[in-house]
């Protein structure tokens, strides 16, 4: 079903070519404009926003710091309902369960919906390496799924296309043309995909929450097809990050309360499903098996690091996303991982501790903290991006050039001597490449700065030399007045100094 298409392999190349695709930075720039104003209205109506922002962060803060608790009791609850649950410690564990059971089931299709977790395992590629044909549910991952690309938002996973691009995709499948209009689109994908919940051996999703009092998982959504995805298919499996775990049914309420409002604007999703177990006898519909696979993939690696623990709190509303200057000028495909935006530059190292393959996203970002104001939980991810340059440099992977500068940089400022002279020979130096009062060269360092930036020139005459200069001026003045006027003044200086008549009109 799916094509795939090839990336450049650097964050700076891969930006370069979303900043040259007028499509993109539209669709990009007019969709998040609208879910940040959405979250914008949605907060301020609630009313006490930031009393609920902080009661989300320390339902998290203290869930993850007793994280194996809650598991557990997650765990013996669910198994008590009949779910089967799994661990897989690692990404290639989790697709391994997930292919066993899908053999062992004897699947064709499998249909998915919500599952983040399933893209950061490239589950899809492997369950059709078996022969198994998975099926995206939810329009954006359907669209997606059609262009043989991977999301490029959190919530919203074809934010990239417009809807010209989308009925392009869709008469493909039709094998007719579609009209570029959104319910002619959305009827036709509603249609097909009745056909494919009808059919498909097994349902797959992924969890916003996982309630650990009651063993139940909650998704939210707005389509409906979550809900075909966990009723209709006999075999049900949920990939769910480890750190999805809420306390209760009362938590549940803050998280509800926060996580439809930071992602879309709205108080709640058309769906909030919370699935506890497979069909019961009494149960009118409903799987009959249920599997739960719990996911650690790098995400134990955080606790107990007091500078990244806190990225397990994330509740992937993506409003971090639609509030950074960077994500809504490149939109998602230039970070290069399944998570994007501050979360995914963040997120994607975190997840990684191999600091060879970290390329420069952390760098994707201009620190300037929206993120962190954005975000419902309080995560501070501009600060942990701050970390991680300095965790990148560390090890030896920092720009050698740059580091080089830096402390040459330190060292000159340490002394004023030096920054004199560094100053002088600055000067003489940039005549070489000084054009109408800017540093106009693309070579070395100031290749990429330059390039869409002025530099300016160093002036002629620094700040210490015009304010020697004013203060000669001022001397001179005051030796070329009468001996009257110049006591007159050497009076207001002194009431001046003295905090007297500092705004006196002497
Ligand atoms: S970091 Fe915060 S704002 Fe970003 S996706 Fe996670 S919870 Fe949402």
Redesign the pocket.
Known sequence: MSKTLTKPNTVKARAELALNDEFLRKAVKFTTERLRNGKKNASAEHGNWDEWRERGRQIRLHTIAHLDYYLNMFVNNARANGVHVHFAETGAEAVRIALEIAKHKQAKTVVKSKSMVSEELHLNHALEEIGVEAIETDLGEYIIQLAGETPSH?VIPAIHKNRHQIAELLSEVAGEKLAADTTVLAGFVRKKLRENFLEADIGMTGCNFAIAETGSMVLFENEGNARMVTTLPKTQITLMGMERIIPSFQDLEVMATLLPR??TGQKLTMYMSCITGPRREADADGPDEMHIIIVDNGRSLQLGDPEFQELL?????????N?CPVYRHIGGHAYGGTYS???GAVLTPALNKNVAEWDDIANASSLCGA?YE????K?P?HEMLIYLRRRKVESGYGNKLESAGMKGFASIMRSAKRYRAALGVGKLGQKLVVRGGSIRTKLGPLKGWNAYRVTPSLPKTSFRQRFAALDEEIRQGLNEMSPEMRSRMERIVKQREQGKGGHGHG
């Open positions: 959190i930071s992602a709190n994330c509740i992937r509303c993506g409003a971090c996303l509030a935006g501050p979360i993120c954005a975000c419902p939980v995560i991810l």
